[in-house]
């Protein structure tokens, strides 16, 4: 928990992103070296090297280090992305279907803005596969693909986007539950300021001493006995 509310929400949702991811990209290494044991090294490749960082960038979240974490894990994602890509196919590989993904990741940790710079560089990226397959650049890519494994991918993808959409969901729901507490708050100070004012005047009319309030020579305010005192109207 941080003294912000907001940093403690972004925290939560940054916490809760990364274990989902980590389950879920778990779950595709895992399946997919019985699926295609002949791509086991990748599938290590991708276990371990997400886990791991993925550990790391909770510790930065824990320490407050919102952004900086945000940031990295993107660019994490991003980058096994386009290796995978790179690797498998270029515009043709599997991995190309998790683009979307980063985008939206992007979008829900900094901000719609950054989402849309995360996506024109995607675009660019995606780009430079195809020329890159057209000028013959992509090494020659070994990876087999069969019906379960593009099942397997498809359902990987769903579960990320339903993540997606749970944390988006809920972080509205809080948000909206933290204005209405604030609206509530201050219709509270209003009414407690209203019924202080009432109490004021009340006893500003009934004293039985003279109170007035004076600027140089010229009354500005005073109550019915200062009236009576100096037999003045007002």
């Known amino acids: 928990t941080f003294q912000s509310s907001e940093s403690t ?3 939560s949702i940054f916490r809760n992103l990364v274990l989902g991811s980590m389950v879920i990209l778990s779950f595709l290494s895992i399946i997919s ?3 295609l044991p002949q791509n086991t090294q990748r599938w290590i490749f991708l276990f371990v090297t997400f ?4 550990s790391i960038l909770l510790v930065f979240n824990r320490k407050g280090l919102i952004k900086i974490a945000s940031i990295l894990y993107i660019g994490l994602f991003a980058f096994l992305i386009f290796y995978f890509a790179w690797t498998g196919g270029g515009i043709r590989s599997q991995a190309v279907q998790f683009i979307p993904l980063v985008i939206l990741i992007s979008g829900l940790l900094l901000g719609w ?29 070994k990876i087999e693909i069969n019906s379960m494994s593009l ?6 993808i769903i579960c990320f986007f339903a993540l997606l959409q749970y944390l988006s ?6 948000a909206l539950q933290e204005s209405q507490k604030e609206l509530n708050l201050r219709i509270k100070a209003e ?13 500003f009319e009934n004293a039985n001493d003279a109170i007035f309030i004076m600027k140089g020579d010229q009354f500005i305010e005073c109550n ?3 009236l009576e005192m100096f037999g003045c109207k007002k």
Do not use: H, M
């Open 51 to 54: 886990n791991t960082t993925s």
């Open 151 to 156: 099942w397997v991918t498809s359902l990987v």
């Open 224 to 226: 019915p006995r200062t």
């Open 169 to 174: 969901v809920a972080n509205l729901d809080k």
């Open 113 to 141: 803005r950054l989402g849309i710079l995360v996506g024109s560089f995607e675009i660019l990226c995606s780009f430079f596969l195809v020329l890159a397959e057209y000028q013959g650049f992509l090494p020659e890519s």
């Open 9 to 11: 929400r972004k925290a």
């Open 191 to 203: 009414k407690e300021g209203k019924v202080s004012d009432i109490l004021y005047r009340s006893i």
């Open 33 to 35: 070296c019985f699926i």
